[in-house]
């Protein structure tokens, strides 16, 4: 069973930048998909940014342009960049990891389709 634990979060100025970690013990195969959903209170689980085995990616229009996913297979890591920030940005994150994926660009990433998440970090916006 794969365990997942996010780092990197932080409280940051508006239009600042974090990068975010997700650190994977156990192996992730070639044809998994690895995501980052946020959570705001109140809100529901976004998927915002998904990697196929492939390195095929996709973005949520909320983040697209801004943030950006990728990982290190050799380190077990998944990695976002997140870039000019906004004060809407402030949410719990998680990274989830789930079997037998193919990413299509454009398609909505359901966190009812990942069965692994991480214990999320915080990051906070202020304006």
């Known amino acids: 069973q794969v365990q997942l634990v996010e780092s990197g979060g932080d409280s940051i100025q508006a239009g600042g930048s974090l990068r975010l970690s997700c650190v994977a013990s156990?192996?992730?195969?070639?044809?998994?998909?690895m995501a980052w959903f946020r959570q705001a209170p109140g809100k529901e689980r976004e998927g915002i940014a998904v990697?196929?085995?492939?390195?095929?990616?996709s973005y949520s229009d909320s983040v697209k342009g801004r943030f950006t996913i990728s990982q290190d297979n050799a380190e077990n890591t998944l990695y976002l960049q997140m870039n000019s920030l906004k004060p809407d940005d402030t949410a719990m994150y998680y990274c989830?990891?789930?079997?037998?994926?193919?990413?299509?660009?454009?398609?909505?990433?359901?966190?009812?389709?990942?069965?692994?998440w991480g214990q999320g970090t915080q990051v906070t916006v202020s304006s």
């Open positions: 989830a990891v789930r079997s037998r994926c193919k990413v299509i660009p454009g398609v909505p990433t359901l966190a009812s389709a990942f069965r692994t």
């Open positions: 156990g192996y992730i195969y070639r044809d998994d998909c």
């Open positions: 990697i196929d085995g492939a390195g095929t990616t």
